[in-house]
């Protein structure tokens, strides 16, 4: 009886450390997909403030943002959110094109994406536009 009541312990024991290792392994799992839905959303950000145009360049212009974007699923499940703002930097002459013509009007977007279990990801994206000198 005794020795019956040990292996009992033992197979419990066993069980529930197997039982743990399971539920960290599903969390960790978990987190990497949450991770991976904001890094995906801050790439919707950028694609989005990319195709918003039209880019004002110069010292008088605001940043251009994209406010706080929830995204749902088809069920309408909280995926989660993205915001995403635009900044011009400077405005450079172009290699190979005339300098007297045409100018390189630098800008920035940064977008922050925030899903579930507090992941975020914040991704940054430089490209410039070739355009009239105005600068």
Known sequence: ?????????????????????????????????????AFQLAETGIERAISNGPFCAGAACAANAIANTVVTDANGNTIGNYQANTVYQACTAKDGYSEDLFKAYHFRIT?????????????TQEFFLVGPNGC
């Open 1 to 37: 009886l005794v020795i019956g009541l040990i292996l009992l312990l033992v197979l419990s024991v066993l069980a529930v450390s197997t039982m743990n290792s399971a539920t960290f392994g599903l969390t960790m799992a978990g987190n990497t997909q949450f991770t991976e839905n």
């Open 111 to 123: 977008s922050t994406g925030q899903s579930a279990r507090g992941a975020q990801s914040q991704n």
